[in-house]
């Protein structure tokens, strides 16, 4: 009888485990943005505050409803992709010196213990867990998507035509000479193409790094990961063809060839990317540097624009959507956050949301409709100033405050109030913006502190903690 009774208990104990760990919820997060967006920063941030019992996170529900218990990291699930080196991150920061980027896929596993308050959980659970898989990718990657529905044809001739317009055409005039004298019909030889890959390769570095510019393909020439020179992204484009000249060129041409690799890298590499890991993820955050794009000028920004309008488009997933066809996509809740808002005085902060607002304004409507929630933020993971009012002739200066990177000095800046929408060229200032970087800067307590961290984790993860 006694052994029943046992039996029973036990029976009872493990159907409660399995109910318990049915109602645990689990979300995948990615983030992405392209390098230098402050993704490593952000991620550091998000678990240090996640992990830390006295974090101040008022926004966020579990906080403010006192139904926190603790963050902790775990054991990743995914073996296969490396680790994000989350303590030594944190060493960085807390050192006050920010840690080395991002440049391929990592990942993180983060639970959260807190009080259930509400439904079934609630009823049949005293403590329930969250369990947040992160995913960390360069957001160069992201933009290889439009590739997915653009044939070799159309994408050499639309990418050969942006290297041709200005702020491009200033740096690639000797590349374009080159390819325009070179026969393309001839049979292929690998090291030269190669060096050609090598010479588009540094051209869209320099797009990158001097011009802020964005589309940027193939992004694993800029962006490998575990393909650093692999044959599989040595292509680029050429002075525009048509499709006769395409379909005459001889099989072991250097067109053929680049056709080919074109093909062989949306299948093997941007497609694969997309359905081992992309179609799994259930939210996405997308981190922008506006003021990085503000400070670089109006070309800068107009493909800022541009960009984000054209990633929007692949997150509407509706019937007709290429994406869709190819893997089914759960991502439901997207968050563009303009970061770095630090380095603007507060009462700039909703300027720099309502800039990037407008620049994604028109997509996001038709997304709202398709039921994917898209929403824009002005935050900053990491502060790096403080704020701090100066008087001059009589006059009351909101300025921020902290140790410049360029001057390594501590500095007082008045930065300039950015534009709420794209500015047409004649009213862009004459002499620009300039938002120079500082160093990340601890409170009196020896503490990070964040700006609007609290409202980006509440949009992303609140209504799963409910
Ligand atoms: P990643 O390449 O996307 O991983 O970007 P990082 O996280 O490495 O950030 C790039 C740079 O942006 C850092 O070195 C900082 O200078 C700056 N940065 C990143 N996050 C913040 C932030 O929250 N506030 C400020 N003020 N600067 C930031």
Request: include cysteine; charged fraction near 20%.
């Given at each position: 009888?006694?052994?029943?009774?046992?039996?029973?208990?036990?029976?009872?104990?493990?159907?409660?485990?399995?109910?318990?760990?049915?109602l645990d919820q689990h979300v995948k997060l990615a983030v992405?943005?392209?390098?230098?967006?402050?993704?490593?920063?952000?991620?550091?941030?998000?678990?240090?505050?996640?992990?830390?019992?006295?974090?101040?996170?008022?926004?966020?529900?579990?906080?403010?409803?006192?139904?926190?218990?603790?963050?902790?990291?775990?054991?990743?699930?995914?073996?296969?992709?490396?680790?994000?080196?989350?303590?030594?991150?944190?060493?960085?920061?807390?050192?006050?010196?920010?840690?080395?980027?991002?440049?391929?896929?990592?990942?993180?596993?983060?639970?959260?213990k807190y009080k259930p308050n509400s439904g079934l959980r609630?009823?049949?659970?005293?403590?329930?867990?969250?369990?947040?898989?992160?995913?960390?990718?360069?957001?160069?990657?992201?933009?290889?998507?439009?590739?997915?529905?653009?044939?070799?044809?159309?994408?050499?001739?639309?990418?050969?035509?942006?290297?041709?317009?200005?702020?491009?055409?200033?740096?690639?005039?000797?590349?374009?000479?080159?390819?325009?004298?070179?026969?393309?019909?001839?049979?292929?030889?690998?090291?030269?193409?190669?060096?050609?890959?090598?010479?588009?390769?540094?051209?869209?570095?320099?797009?990158?790094?001097?011009?802020?510019?964005?589309?940027?393909?193939?992004?694993?020439?800029?962006?490998?990961?575990?393909?650093?020179?692999?044959?599989?992204?040595?292509?680029?484009?050429?002075?525009?063809?048509?499709?006769?000249?395409?379909?005459?060129?001889?099989?072991?041409?250097?067109?053929?060839?680049?056709?080919?690799?074109?093909?062989?890298?949306?299948?093997?590499?941007?497609?694969?990317?997309?359905?081992?890991?992309?179609?799994?993820?259930?939210?996405?955050?997308?981190?922008?540097?506006?003021?990085?794009?503000?400070?670089?000028?109006?070309?800068?920004?107009?493909?800022?624009?541009?960009?984000?309008?054209?990633?929007?488009?692949?997150?509407?997933?509706?019937?007709?959507?290429?994406?869709?066809?190819?893997?089914?996509?759960?991502?439901?809740?997207?968050?563009?956050?303009?970061?770095?808002?630090?380095?603007?005085?507060?009462?700039?902060?909703?300027?720099?949301?309502?800039?990037?607002?407008?620049?994604?304004?028109?997509?996001?409507?038709?997304?709202?409709?398709?039921?994917?929630?898209?929403?824009?933020?002005?935050?900053?993971?990491?502060?790096?100033?403080?704020?701090?009012?100066?008087?001059?002739?009589?006059?009351?200066?909101?300025?921020?405050?902290?140790?410049?990177?360029?001057?390594?000095?501590?500095?007082?800046?008045?930065?300039?109030?950015?534009?709420?929408?794209?500015?047409?060229?004649?009213?862009?200032?004459?002499?620009?913006?300039?938002?120079?970087?500082?160093?990340?800067?601890?409170?009196?307590?020896?503490?990070?502190?964040?700006?609007?961290?609290?409202?980006?984790?509440?949009?992303?993860?609140?209504?799963?903690?409910?």
């Open positions: 009888v006694i052994n029943q009774s046992e039996k029973l208990q036990k029976l009872r104990a493990k159907a409660q485990k399995l109910v318990k760990r049915g992405t943005g392209l390098s230098k967006s402050g993704k490593t920063a952000f991620i550091t941030s998000f678990i240090h505050h996640l992990t830390q019992p006295k974090s101040k996170l008022p926004f966020f529900s579990l906080q403010q409803q006192e139904r926190f218990i603790a963050g902790k990291l775990v054991g990743q699930d995914d073996l296969s992709v490396a680790s994000f080196d989350y303590g030594n991150a944190l060493n960085q920061l807390q050192l006050g010196k920010w840690p080395a980027s991002t440049n391929r896929l990592n990942t993180l596993r983060l639970n959260i609630a009823h049949l659970t005293d403590v329930s867990t969250l369990t947040i898989d992160i995913f960390d990718y360069p957001g160069e990657w992201l933009l290889d998507l439009t590739m997915l529905d653009e044939s070799f044809l159309a994408w050499n001739n639309r990418q050969f035509a942006l290297l041709k317009e200005q702020p491009r055409a200033a740096h690639s005039e000797t590349f374009i000479n080159k390819l325009s004298q070179f026969d393309w019909a001839q049979e292929v030889d690998f090291d030269q193409l190669k060096q050609f890959a090598h010479e588009y390769r540094d051209l869209l570095l320099i797009f990158k790094n001097q011009c802020q510019l964005t589309q940027l393909q193939p992004g694993r020439l800029i962006m490998p990961g575990e393909l650093e020179d692999a044959p599989i992204t040595h292509f680029f484009p050429i002075p525009e063809i048509d499709e006769q000249t395409l379909l005459s060129a001889p099989e072991n041409s250097y067109l053929a060839t680049l056709k080919t690799r074109y093909e062989q890298y949306k299948k093997d590499v941007v497609k694969t990317f997309y359905s081992n890991f992309f179609g799994g993820f259930d939210r996405q955050i997308i981190l922008v540097d506006l003021l990085g794009a503000l400070d670089k000028g109006r070309d800068a920004l107009v493909e800022q624009s541009d960009v984000l309008k054209s990633l929007l488009k692949h997150f509407d997933y509706g019937k007709n959507n290429f994406l869709s066809r190819l893997f089914s996509p759960k991502i439901d809740k997207i968050l563009f956050a303009a970061n770095k808002v630090d380095h603007l005085s507060v009462e700039h902060h909703k300027d720099l949301a309502l800039l990037l607002n407008n620049l994604v304004l028109d997509a996001q409507n038709e997304l709202n409709y398709q039921g994917v929630m898209v929403e824009t933020m002005a935050m900053s993971s990491v502060k790096a100033t403080k704020q701090v009012q100066v008087k001059e002739s009589g006059e009351i200066l909101n300025c921020i405050y902290g140790k410049s990177i360029e001057s390594e000095q501590l500095l007082t800046y008045l930065p300039a109030q950015p534009p709420m929408r794209l500015l047409p060229p004649e009213q862009w200032p004459k002499n620009g913006f300039n938002f120079p970087s500082f160093y990340p800067m601890l409170n009196a307590q020896h503490q990070l502190e964040h700006v609007r961290l609290d409202h980006v984790i509440e949009y992303l993860i609140g209504d799963k903690v409910l």
